[in-house]
């Protein structure tokens, strides 16, 4: 799997995208606090 590539400059392998994106491990979030949302602007409408 992934990608192998030789030069004169040396030897490259690396990862596909879809096998790099699988590998990221999403942040733990914690679930026994309450949902905390930023607010980025107030809007006056009418």
């Keep these: 799997k992934g990608w192998a ?3 004169k ?3 490259a392998d690396g990862k ?3 096998e790099a994106l699988d ?3 999403p942040p ?3 679930t026994d606090k309450p949902l ?3 607010l ?3 809007y006056k409408i009418g």
């Design 5 to 7: 590539i030789e030069r």
């Design 9 to 11: 400059e040396g030897k």
């Design 16 to 18: 596909c995208l879809i």
């Design 23 to 25: 590998a990221i491990l």
């Design 28 to 30: 733990s979030r914690p």
């Design 36 to 38: 905390r949302l930023p």
């Design 40 to 42: 980025q602007d107030v």
